[in-house]
C-alpha cells in the first residue's frame, strides 16, 4: 500500500475559528516539525474561546492562534488541503494540492441556545473526531 506524501497541509473552513483552527493545533502537536500546518477561512473571523478551552484540556496551547483569510495562503507552500465545512459552502483554494473532505458541524452551533458545557461539548466532540482523522492521516503518511 502506497502512502500519502505531504510535507505541508492546510485546513479550511468559513471563519477560521473553530474546526481548522482546531486541527491546526492538533496537527502542529501530532506533526511537529515534520509538516507544516496552516489554517485559513474565506470569512475570517477569531479564534472561538471554546476551541482554545477545548484545546487546553488537551495541553495544546492555541491561544496565540489568529484567524486568517484564505487569500492569504500560497498555493505553492500546501501540498495537501484538508476541508471541514459541513452545512456551509467551503472556501475555494486554487491550486493543484490533493483533498481531502472532512465535512464536520460547526461546533459553535451559533443559532442553537446553549449553555457554556454544552457548547464546550460540541468543540470537544469536533476535537476528538478530527484529531482521530490525523492519527489515520498520519499513519496513511508513515506508509511506505
Request: net charge negative; charged share 25%.
Amino acid at each position: 500500500m502506497s502512502g500519502l506524501r505531504f510535507d505541508s497541509v492546510l485546513f479550511l473552513c468559513v471563519a477560521n475559528s473553530a474546526r481548522s483552527q482546531l486541527a491546526e493545533g492538533l496537527a502542529r502537536h501530532l506533526f511537529g516539525d515534520a509538516v507544516r500546518v496552516q489554517s485559513a477561512g474565506s470569512e475570517p473571523s477569531r479564534v472561538n474561546p471554546y476551541a482554545i478551552r477545548a484545546m487546553a484540556e488537551l495541553g495544546i496551547d492555541i491561544s496565540a492562534h489568529t484567524s486568517k483569510s484564505v487569500q492569504t495562503i500560497d498555493p505553492a507552500g500546501v501540498d495537501l488541503v484538508i476541508t471541514l465545512c459541513a452545512e456551509e459552502v467551503c472556501p475555494v483554494f486554487l491550486s493543484r494540492a490533493p483533498r481531502l473532505h472532512w465535512p464536520l458541524q460547526d461546533p459553535d452551533r451559533k443559532h442553537e441556545e446553549l449553555g457554556d458545557e454544552e457548547r464546550l461539548q460540541h468543540f470537544r466532540v469536533a476535537r476528538d473526531e478530527i484529531h482521530a482523522r490525523l492519527e489515520q492521516l498520519a499513519a496513511l503518511r508513515d506508509v511506505s
